[in-house]
């Protein structure tokens, strides 16, 4: 028989480079593929396989089982059978017991190797059964959840035809002959393997796997091998997710509640002279000297960053905070004299933290946005809020801009802030403060927007006449009302809790304080604006005590 006009023997030899031996004339091969005819006995490859390989007779009857491992009946060969995802057979190579002969059966395709098919998404790749199997007696734990596969030599026709029926395999690894066609082709396989695979070269110690199970008690340390990492997967970029059940639950700390939540961004804006800047004053005097805003708790006394560009330091700012009566000490500023600060600066959460200030006033806002913003677009305000939105969270800190409204009358109140209305939506309080124009003196702050409590009620104060700034107490106005010039005919809160005790009282009735705090709710006027009432009645309105606790009250 003759291959090329070579004999068989140079023929394998021209191939292989090992020196093939005769083998007996066979009939022309079909080209329809058949398996060899099966021997009614295995116990020639059994012997073989076992004595000579070294394989356990366990490993190769679960494979003779299996229908993938079988003596042929006309030369007693050991026939690897390969199949598809089926399970039909495709392929079968025959290996000589007696001499070294290797055949591929008539019609065989390459692209179905002798292989084991497992569960889990790892796939070990050899050139020769025999090797698969070596490697599977060699480190048998849990192999049969593995995929193994072997190429009938170095082509890479089964690699691929194995991994369009398992897409799903993350990692192979290359576990071909330690020699040069070996090397050659894992670099060759790799380049053929899509990047989401991970490739990696388990090189046998010996030549090949069979080589080591054969003379494994001669190997110090089961050094059976060396790794070497071939390919990394390029892993896609994922969508960064925060499941709600891991998010922690977290209460709402307060500076003024419902009015300035610490780590949180607040807006207030009016026009230029209404009295921001006093209110500020005063704000910042509450938090460093424990003289409270109305409705507000108690806490000791802290830090505050007080930022502005349009007042001066010590003709307006000090004065100011003297008269408002502000532990100086406690009041910072960011020197910015050489570089302007922005809204985006990184000193200012610098400067939180070195001071632990717990308080950043910034007047006003479009003084601190930079240069290159346009305050009017909101995909340039966006961030910037975002970024220090993030800041007083990090920091804990309550974080309040002042800003200068619009001069567009009729609007709601929200669109009234100067810039874009992302500014007000960016923040989780929005207050205003205005005049009453039947009362220069009398100024408004209104709460319109609350995003973590229902908003506060409106709090006047005096302004402008002898007493300087003072708390009057609240005011029923709305923010839509009061930037429009319309001041409905309302009294104050206050006013109404002093006709309630009026009215409860005269004739000279003797009331019970219960009674009085009862009446008042059923009209709307919480308890605290009955205190500051009482307050207001001063020497005309007396009380005992009777029946033990219960406080009576009646007037002269």
């Known amino acids: 028989m003759k291959f090329y006009g070579k004999s068989f023997p140079e023929a394998v030899q021209m191939l292989t480079g090992e020196p093939g031996e005769v083998q007996p004339e066979a009939d022309p091969p079909s080209p329809a593929f058949r398996l060899p005819l099966q021997n009614v006995t295995n116990a020639n490859i059994l012997n073989y396989l076992t004595q000579e390989r070294k394989l356990s007779p366990s490993l190769v009857n679960f494979f003779i089982a299996a229908g993938d491992i079988y003596e042929d009946a006309a030369h007693h060969n050991v026939v690897f059978v390969g199949r598809d995802a089926d399970g039909h057979p495709r392929y079968a190579s025959s290996r000589g017991i007696h001499e070294k002969f290797r055949q591929d059966a008539a019609g065989a395709e390459k692209a179905f190797g002798f292989a084991h098919r497992g569960?889990?998404?790892?796939?070990?790749?050899?050139?020769?059964?025999?090797?698969?199997?070596?490697?599977?007696?060699?480190?048998?734990?849990?192999?049969?959840?593995?995929?193994?596969?072997?190429?009938?030599?170095?082509?890479?026709?089964?690699?691929?035809?194995?991994?369009?029926?398992?897409?799903?395999?993350?990692?192979v690894?290359?576990?071909?002959?330690?020699?040069?066609?070996?090397?050659?082709?894992?670099?060759?396989?790799?380049?053929?393997?899509?990047?989401?695979?991970?490739?990696?070269?388990?090189?046998?110690?010996?030549?090949?796997?069979?080589?080591?199970?054969v003379h494994r008690a001669e190997i110090p340390n089961r050094n059976y091998f060396k790794s070497i990492v071939l390919k990394e997967p390029s892993k896609p970029e994922t969508v960064k997710i925060i499941r709600m059940s891991d998010v922690e639950l977290t209460p709402v700390d307060w500076l003024w509640k419902p009015y300035l939540p610490f780590g949180k961004l607040s807006v207030l804006q009016g026009n230029p002279g209404e009295g921001k800047t006093y209110f500020a004053m005063h704000l910042a005097a509450a938090c460093t000297n424990g003289k409270l805003l109305p409705n507000m708790e108690r806490m000791e006394p802290f830090n505050v960053i007080y930022q502005t560009a349009e007042d001066g330091l010590g003709d307006t700012v000090k004065p100011r905070l003297i008269e408002a009566g502000a532990d100086l000490d406690r009041v910072l500023v960011i020197d910015d004299s050489d570089v302007q600060l922005t809204l985006s600066d990184e000193r200012i959460e610098k400067a939180i933290i070195e001071n632990n200030a717990r308080l950043v006033i910034i007047d006003p806002i479009q003084a601190y946005l930079g240069a290159d913003v346009d305050m009017n677009r909101a995909n340039e305000v966006r961030p910037i809020f975002m970024r220090l939105g993030q800041v007083a969270q990090r920091t804990g800190c309550a974080i309040l801009l002042i800003g200068h409204l619009n001069k567009a009358a009729g609007m709601q109140s929200l669109q009234r802030g100067l810039g874009s209305i992302d500014i007000a939506a960016a923040v989780r309080s929005v207050m205003f403060i205005g005049k009453l124009k039947h009362d220069p003196t009398m100024r408004i702050l209104t709460h319109e927007k609350s995003s973590l409590a229902p908003p506060g009620a409106s709090l006047a104060f005096s302004l402008g006449d002898e007493g300087g700034f003072r708390w009057v107490g609240e005011y029923d106005i709305?923010?839509?009302?009061?930037?429009?010039?319309?001041?409905?005919?309302?009294e104050t809160k206050t006013q109404q809790a002093k006709d309630l005790i009026c009215t409860l009282l005269a004739g000279g009735k003797q009331v019970?304080?219960?009674?009085?705090?009862?009446?008042?709710?059923?009209?709307?006027?919480?308890?605290?604006?009955?205190?500051?009432?009482?307050?207001?009645?001063?020497?005309a309105l007396k009380s005992k005590i009777v029946e033990g606790r219960k406080k009576v009250f009646w007037m002269e």
């Open 478 to 490: 709305t923010a839509d009302e009061m930037l429009s010039g319309i001041e409905p005919q309302r």
């Open 512 to 539: 019970l304080s219960e009674d009085i705090d009862k009446a008042a709710l059923e009209r709307g006027i919480p308890g605290r604006t009955v205190r500051d009432a009482k307050r207001e009645l001063g020497d």
């Open 119 to 171: 569960t889990d998404k790892q796939l070990l790749v050899f050139e020769a059964p025999i090797d698969l199997l070596s490697f599977i007696e060699l480190f048998p734990k849990n192999w049969q959840q593995h995929n193994y596969l072997s190429l009938g030599g170095v082509s890479g026709k089964a690699l691929r035809q194995f991994l369009s029926e398992r897409p799903d395999v993350e990692r």
């Open 173 to 213: 690894f290359l576990c071909l002959d330690a020699d040069k066609a070996g090397e050659d082709a894992c670099k060759r396989l790799t380049a053929l393997l899509p990047d989401t695979v991970s490739v990696t070269r388990i090189q046998p110690c010996m030549k090949d796997w069979n080589d080591v199970l």
